[in-house]
Structures are given as C-alpha cells and as structure tokens.
C-alpha cells in the first residue's frame, strides 16, 4: 500500500513538473512572439506589403485612378522591347561597377590610412566622412555649380593644365562619368567605416606573430588583413549593387536623367512612366523588375559567399 502511495506521489510530482516546464516554454514563446510582433508588424506593412502591392498592380493598365483594366504580363512584354529601359538598366550596371570596383576599394584604402602612422589623424577621419553626411540634394547642387561649363570649379582647375572648358553635364560623352565621380566621393566613406571597424576588430596577436616571422607590410595585408574583411567585402558589396539598381536621387537631381536617355537609370525612368505620364500599371512593372534584380543579385553573392565558407570548412 504504501508502496503505491509513493509511485502515485512520485508520478503526480513528475506529471506537475513536466506541466511546469511546458507551461515555462509556452511562457517564453510568447514571450519571443510579443518583442519579435511589433518589428514584424512594421517589415509586413512597409516592406511585404509593399512588394505585392507594387506586383499586383503591374498586372493592370492603371492611370492612378479608381478603375484599372487587368492586362496579365503586358506591362512586362512592353517593358522588355523598350529600348528606354535596357539603356537605364545599362547606366545602372555603369553605377554598379563603379560602386564594386572604385567606392569599395577607395573605402578600404581610406580605412587602411586612418591606421598608418600619419600626423593628424583625427582630422583625416572628419575630412573623409564628411561627403556622406552631407544632404544628397546639397551635394547634388554643389556639384552642379562645381561641373558648370562657364565659372566651374572643375574646367578651371583642367584649365590650369591648358584644357579647353568642357559642358559636363550636358553632353552624352562625359555626364555619366561625371555623375560616378560624385557618387564614388560621396558613398566611399561610408563603406571606409565599415572597413575600419572591421580592421579594428582583428587581433593585434595575428600582426605581431607575422612580424616576428619576418612578414612584411604587404605580407601582413594579403595573409591577414584581406582574407579576414572577405565577409565585409560581401555585405559592402551587396549594399553597392543594390544601391546602385535603386540608385534615383544624386541622378535627378543634376541632370534629370539627361541630355537625353545618357543619364537615365530604372528609377528615373520608373519615375517619369509614374508621374509624369502616369503610367501606374507600367511604372509598378518597372519598380517589381528593380526589385528582382536587386535580389537576384544579393541572393547570388550571398550564395557564393556560403559555397565559399563551405569550401573552406571542407
């Protein structure tokens, strides 16, 4: 008898622990889902919903009125054949080349400065930064003035070395380049940042070790340095380009998109379809083919990323 009174007793003190610890992990994932609901909430208003938004009415033929005609893929059959659209996404791939292959090494050249033995360091990293604290409408308008054919800065400082004026931004030849320049002085000291914090974040042990075995500057940079900023060098890189594919603003405001389509990018020309023919329907079309591409290319170099780690863990 007593014998069974102390398996029930133990069993009820088993059943009442196993229901404490259920109780304990129901508790704390509520707990989890009340702080991960709001920032949740938020992505599913202002970014979900957004992309089926945009989706949905490139389906029709929409003038931003009440009524739209439902048109399926005819949005997309136009955009593809528009010559418009393929030289705006070729001035993208423009911005994102330069973005890749200038900003980001620029931004780690600057970054690796700020740590050499130079005098005045404080006041090179506030000089570096400053372009991208900087308003985009300011900067846009300041260089306007700088690139001006007449009083500019810039066809003075070339005339110096005897060159004639030149109208940077308002011929075919030399306003995209002109625009890049902008674009590279303005964003690479902001992916310098990113560097730097990389850079502080090694260990000082790995530099001294390599310098006790005789290993050089270049040496330290090319076994060290560089191979432990690759994951920076990804996510600064997928910040460029998709930057780049949404790029609208600095565009816009110093040359409109112009002279003609030779500055023109999917933004600009999203913008235009939008607003100025209002061309909702075609004009969302647009906006949904800069999203796929912009994540299309994240995904892809996220994946090279994995498979490179991967290899390495082999």
Do not use: C
Not at 288 to 307: H, N, R, S
């Amino acid at each position: 008898m007593n014998t069974s009174v102390a398996e029930w007793e133990k069993k009820t003190a088993a059943n009442a622990a196993t229901a404490a610890k259920k109780q304990r992990l129901r508790d704390k994932r509520w707990t989890i889902v009340m702080f991960i609901a709001p920032a949740f909430l938020v992505y599913l208003l202002y970014i979900i919903y957004p992309i089926y938004g945009t989706l949905y009415y490139s389906l029709f033929d929409w003038k931003g009125g009440p009524d739209k005609t439902f048109v399926g893929i005819a949005n997309y059959t136009r955009l593809f054949i528009e010559p418009v659209f393929w030289s705006s996404l070729a001035n993208n791939m423009k911005v994102v080349l330069s973005s890749v292959f200038l900003q980001i090494p620029l931004g780690l050249l600057m970054a690796l400065l700020l740590f050499s033995a130079i005098r005045g360091l404080r006041f090179f990293q506030t000089i570096y930064f400053m372009p991208f604290l900087m308003s985009t409408v300011a900067i846009g308008m300041l260089w306007v003035f700088m690139f001006d054919p007449l009083s500019g800065a810039v066809n003075k400082l070339i005339g110096l070395f005897g060159f004639e004026n030149i109208a940077w931004l308002s011929e075919n030849k030399t306003a995209m380049a002109a625009i890049l320049i902008v674009i590279v002085w303005q964003y690479a000291p902001f992916y310098m940042i990113l560097f730097k914090a990389a850079i502080v974040g090694i260990s000082e042990d790995l530099y001294e070790a390599a310098e006790i075995d005789g290993a050089g500057p270049w040496d330290r940079f090319s076994r060290i340095t560089f191979p432990l900023l690759v994951p920076t060098i990804v996510t600064s890189s997928i910040l460029a380009i998709v930057g780049s594919l949404k790029a609208f603003d600095i565009f816009f405001i110093m040359t409109g998109g112009g002279p003609g389509n030779a500055t023109e990018l999917l933004g600009i020309y999203m913008y235009k379809q939008a607003f100025i023919h209002f061309n909702m329907g075609f004009a969302s079309a647009v906006a949904f083919t800069m999203f796929v591409l912009a994540f299309l290319a994240a995904g892809i170099i996220q994946y090279m990323e994995y498979a490179r780690k991967k290899k390495e863990a082999l």
